[in-house]
């Protein structure tokens, strides 16, 4: 099965394409999960699928003589296996993250060797957020320690340049690659202009499109468009957006995203009774977000659904 690329598909398509990224589910559950997650939405033809990467945890284990000893282990393992199934299960393009966390240069080449193997064309490939506990992340002894570094490497593959030079014959690989954008800033970058300009050097070094945070606020989206192609940067943006579904995310999401929300989607959440009713309100608020997007001319809408999909099914019945 010829995958299409994100980028051939965004050049052929005269409306904006429908995406969703879903997490493997946690260890124990089986495809039936996945099943779950995907069928609510295949009726609004899913261009591409994506599928997060979670890197490994620390836990400690307190033992009987009260001493802790340190376990790792990965909750959500399953990217690669969980892309190829969907892809030949479903047929619809998949485009697995890769991250350089956790991974040496050898590991990333070795899981991209598979992923072509599975005739996979797309990739998300972002530097990976630090391990749950930690503030900064640690790359492997011999590992990319930032996207720009791992955008490089699968750009070598593409041009046939494996990390051992004397291999002969070799095959390049075709990998459309999608990097991550922030329109409100990575949390760790100093300033916006900062943040920009690592944007763009993951362009220079090969990145063929970007999907940005999550963003409540289109202006925001509007300006870092406006910012990227001032810069230069002329690749397809695609908006990322998550729709509200709990209270409590009026304080984890801005912890976690380094995201505003705006007063009138802060108000319509205080007047609501319980999570179900913060769902709802979510909901409308993307719907809205999403038409004004679509107006504005965005190459796709891309929803991050943390593993649930009855709310973006409301969505995407609203917009498409
Ligand atoms: C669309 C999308 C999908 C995501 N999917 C996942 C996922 O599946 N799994 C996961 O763990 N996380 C995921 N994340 C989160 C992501 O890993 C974190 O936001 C992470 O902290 C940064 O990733 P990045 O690729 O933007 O990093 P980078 O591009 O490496 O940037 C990280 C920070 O370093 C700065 N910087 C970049 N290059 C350099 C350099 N060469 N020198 C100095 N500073 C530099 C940047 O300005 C920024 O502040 C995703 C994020 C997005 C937007």
Not at 20 to 46: C, H, M, R, V, Y
Not at 292 to 315: A, C, Q, S, W
Request: net charge neutral; charged share 25%.
């Amino acid at each position: 099965m010829n995958e299409m690329k994100v980028t051939e598909h965004i050049a052929r398509s005269d409306k904006a394409l429908f995406s969703f990224e879903l997490l493997p589910p946690l260890k124990g559950q089986d495809f039936s999960a996945i099943q779950n997650t995907i069928d609510p939405l295949i009726e609004f033809n899913p261009a591409f699928i994506n599928i997060t990467y979670h890197q490994q945890e620390v836990v400690y284990d307190t033992l009987a003589n009260g001493l802790m000893k340190k376990r790792i282990v990965r909750k959500r393992p399953g990217t690669v296996g969980i892309s190829a199934a969907i892809k030949y299960r479903y047929g619809i393009p998949v485009v697995p993250h890769i991250i350089c966390g956790g991974f040496t240069r050898e590991e990333t080449e070795n899981a991209l060797i598979d992923l072509n193997f599975l005739g996979i064309k797309n990739l998300l490939v972002v530097r990976g957020d630090p391990p749950v506990g930690m503030k900064t992340l640690v790359p492997e002894p011999e590992g990319n320690a930032h996207a720009v570094d791992l955008v490089k490497q699968i750009e070598q593959l593409n041009q046939g340049h494996y990390l051992e030079k004397e291999i002969k014959n070799y095959r390049s690989t075709d990998f459309c690659i999608g990097v991550g954008g922030y329109p409100e800033k990575h949390s760790e970058s100093p300033n916006l202009e900062s943040d920009l300009h690592f944007l763009k050097r993951k362009v220079e070094a090969g990145a063929d499109y970007i999907v940005t945070q999550m963003f409540f606020d289109n202006q925001k989206y509007f300006d870092f468009v406006k910012n990227c192609r001032a810069k230069g940067i002329d690749v397809p943006i695609i908006p990322g957006l998550k729709p509200i579904t709990t209270q409590n995310q009026m304080i984890s999401l801005p912890q976690t995203f380094h995201v505003d929300l705006p007063e009138a989607l802060v108000k319509e959440i205080l007047k609501c009774k319980d999570n179900h009713d913060v769902r709802e309100v979510g909901v409308e608020w993307a719907i809205q977000q999403s038409k004004e997007l679509l107006k504005f001319g965005v190459p796709g809408l891309h929803f991050y659904t943390m593993g649930k999909t009855d709310n973006i099914r409301k969505i995407a019945k609203g917009i498409l």
